[in-house]
């Protein structure tokens, strides 16, 4: 099982800001093909993904990141802070 | 402490004292605060600030700790807030002191252009037509390049 976050934008747009999901996705770019099933509201989400960063198990990783020893994945948007 | 996440206002004066007060050694101490600012054309209600608990302070301390070594800082201090702000409400300050002035700034400046787009912040304006998230900006890109060219 893994743990799904999503923050900002995403976050309001899916309605949620945390999910498990049961994936045997081997990378990120894998997961977000098949969260992209999951329904329009993750069609659009997912639709742009050079808008999207993602982090794994709270760092900064890419489309090409491992995580099938992951235990957490977040989505989010570019970081606005400072 | 060397990085504050809180949702708290803040007392920069007394930060920055504190701050230098534990410190030995240091010839030079330069700090930065960050303030909400109003929005040109229309008025800005509030600033939301969402984080991610947990991977924030991870990321802030990976990024004090990188300033730290590379700039030969004595000490460095993050500290961010989140939660509903004002306008002119201060949101942020980083502090860093160094044997002489120019690490200070330049540990000063390498922090601030880590946090805005490397630490797992989000500001939402909230003005009287309704919220609309901040975008990050390329000149914030260019800046972090700058870091990693010689």
């Known amino acids: 099982m893994l743990?799904?976050?999503y923050f900002a934008w995403l976050r309001e747009r899916l309605g949620t800001e945390?999910?498990?999901?049961?994936?045997t996705a081997e990378t990120v770019l894998d997961l977000v093909?098949?969260?992209?099933?999951?329904?329009?509201a993750y069609a659009v989400v997912f639709a742009d993904l050079a808008a999207i960063r993602v982090a794994v198990d709270q760092e900064l990783g890419g489309l090409d990141t491992?995580?099938?020893?992951?235990?957490?994945?977040?989505?989010?948007p570019p970081m606005t802070g400072g | 402490m060397t990085v504050l996440i809180q949702e708290n206002s803040?007392?920069?004066g007394r930060v920055l004292n504190e701050f230098a007060d534990r410190l030995s050694?240091?010839?030079?101490?330069?700090?930065?605060s960050g303030i909400v600012r109003d929005i040109a054309t229309e008025d800005l209600r509030a600033m939301e600030i969402e984080h991610f608990p947990g991977m924030t302070e991870r990321a802030l301390l990976a990024i004090r700790d990188d300033a730290v070594a590379r700039f030969f800082l004595i000490d460095a201090?993050?500290?961010h807030r989140f939660g509903t702000l004002t306008a002119g409400e201060a949101i942020m300050m980083v502090a860093t002191a160094a044997l002489h002035r120019t690490d200070a700034f330049d540990g000063a400046v390498y922090l601030m252009d880590y946090l805005k787009s490397r630490a797992p912040f989000w500001k939402k304006e909230i003005t009287?037509?309704?919220?609309?998230?901040?975008?990050?900006?390329?000149?914030?890109?260019?800046?972090?390049?700058?870091?990693s060219q010689g």
């Open chain 2, 128 to 147: 009287e037509r309704g919220g609309r998230w901040v975008e990050a900006q390329e000149r914030d890109e260019a800046a972090l390049r700058r870091w």
């Open chain 2, 25 to 32: 050694g240091a010839g030079a101490v330069v700090s930065f």
């Open chain 1, 18 to 23: 945390r999910e498990t999901v049961q994936t």
């Open chain 2, 10 to 12: 803040f007392d920069m």
């Open chain 1, 3 to 5: 743990d799904i976050r």
């Open chain 1, 66 to 76: 491992p995580i099938s020893d992951a235990h957490e994945v977040a989505f989010f």
């Open chain 1, 33 to 40: 093909a098949e969260l992209r099933g999951r329904g329009d």
């Open chain 2, 77 to 79: 201090l993050i500290l």
